[in-house]
């Protein structure tokens, strides 16, 4: 089945640590994105990638880096810079990026 | 700068009344329309998408959207809704400007029912 997996479901971390969220997908898509979504808020672009080795700040970039080693895998880590952590954060996939994005089923981080 | 707007943030609807989530959008040419739904703690599912052709799109779970040019709308509907479409529901829009490939997501509407 095609699709893509995201990990852990939950993740919990200590204020002050750095943490990476895994994103993998078997579509064989080109461009790939991560989001923050805050309780009853949409979706905020915070990194995305049309290429492998090549990736773009999104709208909330600050407190967040990504790598794109792999056409599958773009994995994202929230550093200690990130004042407010706590959030769902949402990976998708597509061909390109005027087109349909397909989400994973999402990761809540609790930072405490 | 292309926009999407969805004007209503909650939608309250009875079981087996007909639905319409509106959605409009800002852009000089003709876009990509897409409508997902996303359940609470998920993912977001892609319902229907509209890239060109027939103004009336079919899309999975029984709705349809209708692309409107002169409103520059794509409002979503389903004839009889069930408790299970309880969730949000956000639209998006897919611009080519040169050098500004972009998808635009709103802001969402909840739909809650009730029996």
């Known amino acids: 089945d095609g699709g893509i997996t995201q990990s852990p479901k939950y993740l919990f971390r200590k204020e002050g640590q750095n943490v990476t969220l895994s994103c993998e997908q078997n579509?064989?898509?080109?461009?790939m994105y991560w989001y923050r979504q805050d309780p009853g808020q949409g979706l905020r672009l915070i990194y995305y990638?049309?290429?492998?080795?090549?990736?773009q700040k999104g709208d909330i970039a600050e407190g967040y880096s990504v790598s794109r080693e792999k056409k599958e895998s773009f994995p994202l880590t929230v550093t200690s810079a990130q004042k407010n952590p706590t959030a769902f954060y949402l990976c998708?996939?597509?061909?390109?990026?005027?087109?349909?994005?397909?989400f994973g089923p999402g990761t809540r981080l609790t930072v405490t | 700068a292309q926009s999407v707007t969805q004007p209503d943030i909650h939608i309250t609807v009875s079981e087996g009344a007909s639905l319409e989530l509106r959605c409009n959008y800002s852009?000089?040419?003709?876009?990509?329309l897409f409508w997902y739904v996303q359940s609470p703690g998920q993912g977001l599912q892609l319902l229907l998408k509209?890239?060109?052709?027939?103004?009336l799109v079919q899309g999975i779970k029984g709705f349809e959207a209708e692309f409107k040019r002169s409103q520059s709308s794509f409002n979503l509907r389903k004839p009889s809704v069930h408790w299970s479409d309880a969730a949000e529901y956000f639209c998006?829009?897919?611009?080519?400007?040169?050098?500004?490939?972009?998808?635009?997501f709103g802001t969402g509407t909840r739909l809650t029912i009730i029996p």
């Open positions: 852009y000089g040419a003709t876009p990509y």
């Open positions: 998708a996939s597509s061909v390109g990026l005027v087109y349909e994005q397909y």
């Open positions: 579509l064989n898509h080109d461009a």
């Open positions: 990638s049309q290429i492998v080795n090549d990736f």
């Open positions: 998006a829009v897919g611009t080519a400007n040169f050098g500004n490939e972009k998808l635009t």
């Open positions: 509209y890239f060109s052709g027939d103004t």
